[in-house]
């Protein structure tokens, strides 16, 4: 669906005698290229957008995501520079997203070219807290995937939150052999209910067991 909003807006863009923000890039055309992948699935976004490059290269000037993870992968000031070394091309090129919320995202110097276009969870989490606050909840549970957007909220929320957070920090995950990848910490140490990004889809019913008894 982003897609489709981001396309229809370059059509109408490069429409000059539409009447509709012909005034936007006047001597310009954009020609997009497009690859859609799942969100945060491994090298996924990587991989398209360097193929992207190899069709496109150095006149990409916009990269279009809406996952964290993706948009933190692409951002980081050490895969820009592994970007450059595997491309030849500048790695100065600007990433917009249209719904990464990652609190983290906020340090530019880090994750630098990056324009978002929602509310970071570092503010929705301080009202989260506050909310909680004003009823003096003081044990709260936190439950989140252990993707680079739900631990990082998870974070938010219990960097604002003085409270006590359940959960102790056991992944929840159908393999046993397995753990969570990310965690949201307090003191070094994992709290909340982490929940492997696989296990919701694969047995819901064992999840919100598990959820429940790690309480």
């Known amino acids: 669906e982003h897609c489709d909003h981001l396309l229809f807006s370059i059509d109408r863009i490069n429409d000059k005698h539409d009447g509709f923000m012909d005034d936007v890039l006047p001597h310009v055309r954009i ?15 990587w991989n398209a957008f360097l193929d992207l490059a190899a069709i496109m290269p150095s006149p990409v000037s916009a990269v279009f995501l809406s996952c964290s993870g993706d948009v933190k992968r692409l951002t980081s000031s050490s895969n820009r520079q592994h970007f450059k070394d595997v491309t030849g091309q500048a790695d100065d090129y600007v990433v917009v997203s249209t719904a990464s919320t990652l609190a983290s995202l906020r340090n530019y110097n880090e994750y630098t ?17 506050e909310f909680v606050d004003n009823y003096d909840w003081r044990r709260v549970a936190v439950v989140y995937d252990d993707t680079d957007w739900g631990a990082g909220t998870a974070q938010s929320f219990v960097d604002n939150f003085d409270g006590d957070v359940l959960g102790h920090g056991r992944c929840v995950t159908t393999n046993a052999s ?6 949201a910490k307090r003191g070094g140490q994992a709290v909340g209910i982490p929940v492997s990004r696989q296990a919701f889809a694969q047995d819901p019913e064992n999840v919100a067991k598990e959820i429940i008894e790690s309480l």
């Open 113 to 129: 070219n990056l324009a978002r276009l929602d509310t970071t969870n570092a503010i929705v989490t301080k009202a989260e807290s």
């Open 31 to 45: 020609v997009p290229y497009a690859k859609l992948v799942p969100c945060a699935q491994g090298d996924d976004a």
């Open 178 to 183: 397995s753990a969570c990848d990310l965690y």
